[in-house]
């Protein structure tokens, strides 16, 4: 067993989710962990006075930062962590999503598979992805260029050849082990050292959601840094309405989802594919070109041509650098 009582954990909520946080707060403290930090994001009132009764009963251990605004996940978990740095304590940070339950043994795997890997990588360039079990977390493990929004015509022609040649079941892939390493990871479940925020940086609010955990990690993978798969510690996402979304939405999702989803989601990606990846290449401008006139040919179809109009309002947003919160759309 290794000692967990310098590790801090950081958990971000919203609306009226107290039944959720309350199982992940006591997930940590089964787990042993020092302190929770529960950053309050303009939740409602039930939550709030809830949140404080919990602080009441521990207030050694549960910290709550209550804000009169959504600021999105960037920014809660910004203020998060700026308030675990000033906690000398608070070593070893643990992010996670409000519906992350903490399996037994989670952050002393954590905890020891980075004391591990510590003497090759070091404290500031070193971060762990904990294993989301009921979610498609290696699914996007590494970032492919020329793609727009995620989307590359080699891939769907893969897609095609693979069903039509019917070859029956694939056989089941095993997550093993110590050497998987990933580009980006998200944000539920990552774990780091202090000094890793000192050398690259706090998560980026201007994102405010969507795209912000994949811009916060690829800028340690950028720089240098490892992300390491850690597959002994296990999270449950105990919201079930949340459970299996792909990071990246297929086709048919942008034409539905809310107007805020589908502006923060594709601006955001939009601006990460040209000022974070750098990707400005022709074939990217062919996936675009072929992805937008779908998407267009979707819209008159499906009589959502408003949706697409914010699409198209998105993506310019993002290509010409434009980030923030956008006072039109609500999160």
Known sequence: MFPTDN???????????FNLVSQV?????KNNIYRVIVVDNASSEETRTQLKVEVENNPEKILVIHLDKNIGSAGGFKKGIE??????SCEYILLLDDDNLLLENCVNYLVGFFKKLEPYYGKDNLMLSSYRVKSNQLGNKTITNATFLGFHLKYMYKKIVKILRKSGKEKEKS???TQIILDTAPWGGLFFHRNLIQKHGLPNEEFVLYTDDTEFTYRITKNGGKI???DGAKI???D??????S??????????ASESKIYYALRNMSYFEIYCKRDKTFIRKINKLFYITVLRVLSVVYSKKDRFQIIMEAIRDGEMGKLGYNERLIC
């Open 240 to 245: 079930e309405k949340m459970g299996g979304e």
């Open 175 to 177: 997550i093993s082990n």
């Open 25 to 29: 707060i006591k997930s940590c403290f």
């Open 83 to 88: 308030e675990a740095l000033r906690h000398q």
């Open 228 to 230: 390491f798969f850690a």
């Open 247 to 256: 990071r990246f939405f297929n086709i048919f999702a942008y034409l539905n």
């Open 236 to 238: 449950i996402d105990i």
């Open 7 to 17: 590790v801090c954990a950081i958990i971000v909520t919203y609306g009226n989710r």
